[in-house]
């Protein structure tokens, strides 16, 4: 069996977290749903309610309402699953590419360096003292 590549394998986490939210999703919607069909009937009427319903719906029912469960951690275990996701460099590519940076650094230091010491301080020098 041919080993997974760094894609196939951060694709795979990926759907196994999206399974797994989207259980924990319907778990909670369960709880959440009433446990009887009455609920759904009253909700049925829609804009064209009679008189007769809307005089019905105005009074208060007593009905226990479930609170939603409190989802604590969410937030890190949502970091968690992204950094699983993450394709880290190699060290040979994080080497790599701040040689790039620092070259490019020391490049345009130089080149800001040349073009402000040599061109364009001097060039204000001249224009300054033509005008004394």
């Known amino acids: 069996m041919a080993h997974k590549s760094?894609?196939?394998r951060a694709k795979a986490t990926a759907a196994k977290a999206n399974r797994r939210d989207r259980e924990e999703r319907d778990a909670i919607a369960a709880e959440r749903a009433p446990e009887t069909t009455e609920?759904?009937?009253e909700k049925k009427g829609?804009?064209?309610k009679s008189k007769a319903d809307k005089?019905?719906?105005k009074t208060p029912a007593v009905k226990e309402e479930k609170k939603p469960k409190k989802v604590r951690f969410q937030f890190l275990r949502d970091v968690r699953a992204e950094?699983?996701?993450?394709?880290?460099p190699s060290r040979q590519?994080?080497?790599r590419w701040s040689g790039v940076v620092v070259g490019a650094l020391i490049f345009f230091g130089v080149y800001v360096a040349i073009?402000?010491?040599l061109i364009i301080?001097?060039?204000l020098v001249a224009l300054s003292g033509l005008g004394a």
């Open 46 to 48: 829609g804009l064209f």
């Open 121 to 123: 301080t001097p060039g």
């Open 6 to 8: 760094k894609t196939q």
């Open 93 to 95: 590519d994080v080497i």
């Open 115 to 117: 073009l402000d010491n």
């Open 55 to 57: 005089q019905e719906t």
């Open 39 to 41: 609920g759904a009937e």
């Open 83 to 88: 950094m699983k996701r993450v394709t880290w």
